[in-house]
């Protein structure tokens, strides 16, 4: 088992210990084991009793349960809950606002036991009627409960194509030539379709294979449609004749709103991406860019053929000019040990100068995130002191340097939580809310507002807070904040983190319109937690970030000037 799969398995028995009101004390001890270990560093399974017994919050008892869950890849304490617990039940977990407590409440009060029961009492006024709830709770749950349906049967990003490698090296062993297309593809940041292209020479394949479900009503001669193994995502292996996989891969990567787009001549791109002669020999980069010319405009990369405003984005740019990882000179927005991180300030820094960039920028949380070790003054000064001396021990063969950034909680009034002399003490500050996410439109941009108006602002971090699939980002009114970014020369982040891709891709053209540099950052915990920042120049090229309009593409040199005119 993973270090994850031990730590879910742990946190979900302590949910199911306080749902079924068993000793506070084992739910304790649980809940405590869990916390201290998500921020273990080496491999659990690896251990042996002695060892896991010297891991803070581990006492005997639960080394040897996670000795069990590693040898027998189960845990029988939750086995014996899930037992009792109907899985309706379990699945309330997920709603936004409901704790062990309140589900205890819903389903030995009013016997539900279902999300579909929830939604009913929701939509029918019971559940704020019940001690405890009230009408604003029910809002909130019945909103919670219709994003849960939305996201069903879709991948984040990053699960999404390690699924897609894993069943592309299943279908390599039935079709001599296979290929990913469609969503993952182009990089989308949710996905709900794996689609494969599967070539073929005289016949039409049969397809079947162990571990695939065929979902006969949806396939089709031409289309296999169904299921790998338990997965919920839906998969479709499109079969293409050997001479059309060019343009067959180029109509099925692309969005549909982007193939009816229309030329001077009025020929849909669609029509001139199936029609055209491609010649054999052809790499896909240079047969798509074939296919685009002969229709009247530039390559548009896979990323940006969303149907969105790819088109209007290719007459005033060239895609030479889109930002690449090989683009990025620095890492900023990253926590150390110093509150909730895995490494150590010095192997963050030392790793981050492994992979050639030319500055780290830690960014550990401030001292009102209590949840996650924010830093308290003196912690903030400690740190700043080991910066100094990392600063001189890594800079002896090459320009390398550790800035002092912070992750300043933006509390409910929109201020930062240190005091000014605190605050100009770093080089850099991300502005970032963590707590009270529940404000209407209005207030919550009036509370990011005031943020950004704080001189000491210089990036805007994960500006809505999202969770894909998980939780909706809180309303904001984008406009207004990226307004007022431009007004007051803040950054805004791209978090780079699979499970936000925040700000969305969707508004970058906006933002740049309007001038505003943007950041690829990670919000990396842990040292390989930087690699995430694939996944945000993906999004960033989706939505067009052009090279010279990214923040950590400044030179560590550009970027102490920047910070140095900031400061003044």
Avoid at 261 to 270: D, T, W
Avoid at 311 to 326: A, G
Avoid at 476 to 494: F, H, M, P, R, S
Wanted: glycine residues 8%; hydrophobic residues 35%; charged residues 25%.
């Amino acid at each position: 088992m993973s270090n994850s799969d031990i730590v879910e398995t742990i946190e979900l028995t302590a949910k199911l210990l306080e749902l079924h009101n068993e000793d506070e004390f084992r739910i304790k001890t649980y809940t405590n084991a869990a916390y201290n270990l998500d921020k273990y560093v080496g491999e659990l399974s690896q251990l042996d009793f002695t060892q896991l017994t010297q891991i803070q919050g581990v006492g005997k008892m639960m080394a040897g349960k996670i000795l069990e869950m590693v040898s027998t890849g189960q845990l029988r304490d939750l086995q014996d809950l899930l037992a009792k617990t109907p899985e309706g039940v379990i699945e309330m977990f997920k709603i936004k606002g409901l704790g062990a407590k309140k589900i205890k409440v819903l389903w030995n009060e009013l016997g539900i036991d279902n999300l579909n029961e929830l939604q009913i009492a929701c939509e029918n006024g019971s559940i704020s009627k019940v001690k405890g709830f009230g009408g604003k709770t029910q809002e909130s749950i019945l909103e919670s409960l219709k994003f849960i349906q939305s996201q069903a049967g879709k991948l984040r990003m990053d699960k999404a194509a390690i699924l897609a490698e894993i069943i592309l090296g299943e279908l390599k062993k039935s079709f001599n030539t296979v290929e990913i297309s469609g969503q993952v593809r182009r990089k989308s940041e949710t996905v709900d379709t794996l689609t494969f292209l599967a070539t073929y020479t005289d016949s039409l394949p049969d397809f079947s294979a162990e571990g695939f479900i065929k979902d006969e009503k949806k396939s089709s001669p031409f289309v296999w449609r169904g299921k790998f193994l338990e997965n919920k995502i839906s998969i479709e292996i499109r079969y293409v004749a050997e001479n059309e996989l060019l343009n067959k891969q180029f109509v099925y990567t692309a969005n549909e709103n982007h193939l009816k787009h229309r030329n001077e001549s009025g020929v849909s791109l669609l029509n001139v991406g199936l029609s055209i002669s491609l010649v054999e020999g052809l790499t896909q980069e240079s047969a798509e860019t074939t296919i685009y010319e002969k229709f009247g405009v530039p390559y548009i990369i896979p990323e940006m053929r969303e149907g969105v405003n790819e088109f209007d984005w290719i007459k005033k740019n060239k895609n030479e000019d889109l930002v690449t990882w090989e683009s990025l000179k620095g890492i900023l927005h990253n926590h150390s040990t110093y509150s909730d991180g895995q490494h150590s300030l010095e192997q963050m820094a030392t790793y981050c100068k492994e992979l050639g960039f030319e500055y780290l920028g830690i960014a550990d949380h401030s001292q009102s995130a209590t949840y996650a070790s924010g830093l308290l003054i003196t912690k903030v000064q400690q740190q700043h002191a080991e910066i100094e001396q990392l600063n001189k021990k890594l800079s002896i063969d090459r320009p390398f340097k550790i800035l002092k950034g912070i992750e300043s909680d933006i509390l409910g009034d929109g201020s930062l939580d240190y005091p000014d002399e605190v605050l100009a003490s770093f080089d850099y500050i991300v502005a970032s809310v963590h707590s009270n996410l529940t404000m209407n439109q209005a207030r919550a941009t009036e509370r990011l507002v005031r943020a950004i108006e704080n001189p000491y602002t210089t990036i805007l971090g994960h500006p809505t807070g999202r969770l894909l699939l998980s939780r909706q980002g809180y309303p904001i009114d984008y406009k207004e904040v990226i307004d007022c970014c431009a007004a007051n020369g803040v950054v805004i982040e791209i978090n780079a983190s699979p499970y936000r891709l925040d700000l969305d891709w969707r508004w970058i053209e906006y933002a740049l319109d309007r001038n505003v540099m943007l950041s690829i950052n990670p919000d990396a915990h842990e040292m390989q937690g930087y690699h995430d920042m694939h996944y945000g120049v993906a999004v960033a090229r989706k939505g067009g970030l052009t090279k010279n309009m990214t923040f950590n593409a400044l030179s560590l040199v550009e970027m102490e000037e920047y910070l140095g005119r900031r400061k003044k």
